[in-house]
C-alpha cells in the first residue's frame, strides 16, 4: 500500500468508525492460558530469537486465528538457525523475499525465518519478552514497526487493535521507536492510535 493509498485508508477508517465497537480487553488477557503455540525453542535451540506475525499480534489484542509461525533472528544468526531447523527435521522450501527463508516443520506447520536487514532488528530480538509459554515474543513497539513497513490493510488494522488495548507507556514507547526508525509514519500512526481508542470507547 502506498503512502497516499494508507493516509486514504485511514481517513476513512477514522469516519467510519464506531465508538465501543471493539473486543474487550479481558478476552485480551486471558487468552495464553488456553492457547498453547508450537514449541520454537526446541528447533532453534540456544539462537536468540523472537516470535513475530499472527503468533505475536494475538498476544496484543482481541483473537485473530493464524496457521503459520513467523520467527525473527538477527541476520547473522541465519545460517545457524538453519542449520538448527534441519538439523531438528524441518524441511526448507524456499527464501523470503524480505530476508530469511520459508521452513516446514516435522509436524507439517509453516515456519518463516526472517532474518530483516534494518537497524533495529538486533534490538527487536534481543527486547523480546517471555511469554507464559516459555518462548519469546517481539515486544509491541518492534511487532509495530514490522507492520507499518509491511502496511497491507490487514496490517494496518491490526496495529489499531493492539494500540486500542494497550496502555500509555507502551503507546509512547512505540511512538518513540517509530519516530527514530520511521518518522514518516509517525502522522500515520496518530490516526491509528485514534482509531484504535475510538474501537475501545476510550476517546
Given at each position: 500500500?502506498?503512502?497516499?493509498?494508507?493516509?486514504?485508508?485511514?481517513s476513512?477508517?477514522?469516519?467510519?468508525?464506531?465508538?465501543?465497537?471493539g473486543?474487550?480487553?479481558?478476552?485480551?488477557?486471558?487468552?495464553?492460558?488456553?492457547?498453547?503455540?508450537?514449541?520454537?525453542?526446541?528447533?532453534l535451540?540456544?539462537?536468540?530469537?523472537?516470535?513475530?506475525?499472527?503468533?505475536?499480534?494475538?498476544?496484543?489484542?482481541?483473537?485473530?486465528?493464524?496457521?503459520?509461525?513467523?520467527?525473527?533472528?538477527?541476520?547473522?544468526?541465519?545460517?545457524?538457525?538453519e542449520?538448527?531447523?534441519?538439523?531438528?527435521?524441518?524441511r526448507?522450501?524456499?527464501?523470503?523475499?524480505?530476508?530469511?527463508s520459508?521452513?516446514?516443520?516435522?509436524?507439517?506447520?509453516?515456519?518463516?525465518?526472517?532474518?530483516?536487514?534494518?537497524?533495529?532488528s538486533?534490538?527487536?530480538?534481543?527486547?523480546?519478552?517471555?511469554?507464559?509459554?516459555?518462548?519469546?515474543?517481539?515486544?509491541?513497539?518492534?511487532?509495530?514497526?514490522?507492520?507499518?513497513?509491511?502496511?497491507?490493510v490487514?496490517?494496518?488494522?491490526?496495529?489499531?487493535?493492539?494500540?486500542?488495548?494497550?496502555?500509555?507507556?507502551?503507546?509512547?514507547?512505540?511512538?518513540?521507536?517509530?519516530?527514530?526508525?520511521?518518522?514518516?509514519?509517525?502522522?500515520?500512526?496518530?490516526?491509528?492510535?485514534?482509531?484504535g481508542?475510538i474501537?475501545?470507547g476510550?476517546?
Amino acid at each position: 500500500m502506498s503512502p497516499e493509498d494508507r493516509k486514504t485508508y485511514l481517513s476513512m477508517a477514522e469516519r467510519r468508525a464506531q465508538p465501543g465497537s471493539g473486543s474487550a480487553p479481558f478476552e485480551v488477557r486471558e487468552r495464553d492460558s488456553v492457547f498453547a503455540p508450537p514449541q520454537v525453542r526446541r528447533l532453534l535451540g540456544d539462537i536468540p530469537f523472537a516470535i513475530v506475525g499472527g503468533l505475536a499480534t494475538r498476544r496484543y489484542m482481541p483473537e485473530r486465528m493464524t496457521l503459520d509461525v513467523d520467527v525473527l533472528v538477527c541476520p547473522a544468526d541465519l545460517p545457524e538457525a538453519e542449520k538448527a531447523l534441519r538439523d531438528a527435521g524441518c524441511r526448507k522450501r524456499g527464501p523470503l523475499t524480505i530476508g530469511g527463508s520459508i521452513w516446514t516443520t516435522p509436524d507439517g506447520q509453516e515456519l518463516d525465518l526472517i532474518a530483516l536487514e534494518v537497524p533495529w532488528s538486533e534490538e527487536a530480538v534481543a527486547s523480546a519478552t517471555t511469554a507464559p509459554d516459555g518462548q519469546p515474543y517481539v515486544a509491541l513497539p518492534y511487532l509495530v514497526l514490522m507492520k507499518l513497513a509491511s502496511s497491507r490493510v490487514q496490517d494496518l488494522a491490526d496495529i489499531s487493535r493492539m494500540l486500542g488495548v494497550a496502555d500509555a507507556a507502551t503507546i509512547d514507547r512505540t511512538r518513540a521507536l517509530v519516530t527514530r526508525h520511521r518518522p514518516a509514519d509517525a502522522e500515520d500512526l496518530e490516526s491509528i492510535i485514534r482509531l484504535g481508542r475510538i474501537e475501545q470507547g476510550r476517546m
